[in-house]
């Protein structure tokens, strides 16, 4: 696998990843219809923007831009005044150089496969350092979210970010051997 197959309809019949994982435990026949092409999930302003910060750490602003016209002003090539919060929180983070020692540096996208459970897996990992796992979560707070049936649970329980660590601890360590603590930057 590689950046340019990544998400591809193939690569994603062939591997599991997390986030089919947790689509599947959502709805089955949706998380299907969407490995079929039969059904697209729907982007939100809040995964847009998550995802262009995202981009902009990753050095990949100019590749996100292309792929996602929509977000731009046609004429200044600025991000529309919905979207312009993204560079707000850029700016802040970029001053926190906790953030920036975690969320920068290392290599960034590292694409790994392997199996868990017998299943085939897929990972890509936003920046791997030598010493730690770190994927850049952008959040609007850190407060409990309450899951029908289980109740007010950790927002990184509630998303299944605990999942996707275990995920990629496990992963990274079939090839490599060694098992690194995962980071949520």
């Not at 998380?31 to 750490?57: C, H, M, N, Q, W």
């Not at 990753?58 to 979207?83: C, I, V």
Request: charged content about 30%.
């Amino acid at each position: 696998l590689n950046e340019q197959n990544y998400f591809s309809k193939e690569a994603n019949e062939e591997y599991m990843s997390v986030s089919q994982y947790k689509a599947f435990k959502k709805c089955e026949a949706a998380a299907l219809a969407e490995i079929k092409g039969e059904y697209e999930r729907p982007k939100t302003d809040a995964l847009l923007i998550g995802s262009f910060v995202d981009s902009y750490f990753g050095g990949t602003e100019a590749q996100f831009a292309l792929e996602h016209p929509d977000l731009f002003n046609s004429r200044t090539g600025e991000l529309k005044a919905s979207y312009r919060r993204a560079y707000d929180v850029i700016q802040r983070l970029k001053k926190d150089p906790i953030f920036m020692e975690y969320a920068t540096g290392g290599k960034e996208q590292v694409i790994m496969t392997g199996e868990i459970s017998g299943v085939p897996f897929k990972i890509a990992i936003d920046n791997l350092h030598p010493d730690k796992i770190v994927d850049r979560k952008i959040m609007k707070d850190f407060e409990d979210i309450y899951v029908p049936e289980q109740g007010r649970l950790p927002w990184f329980e509630a998303w299944g970010y605990d999942t996707q660590g275990a995920a990629y601890r496990e992963i990274y360590r079939q090839n490599t051997g060694k098992l690194l603590p995962f980071i949520l930057a």
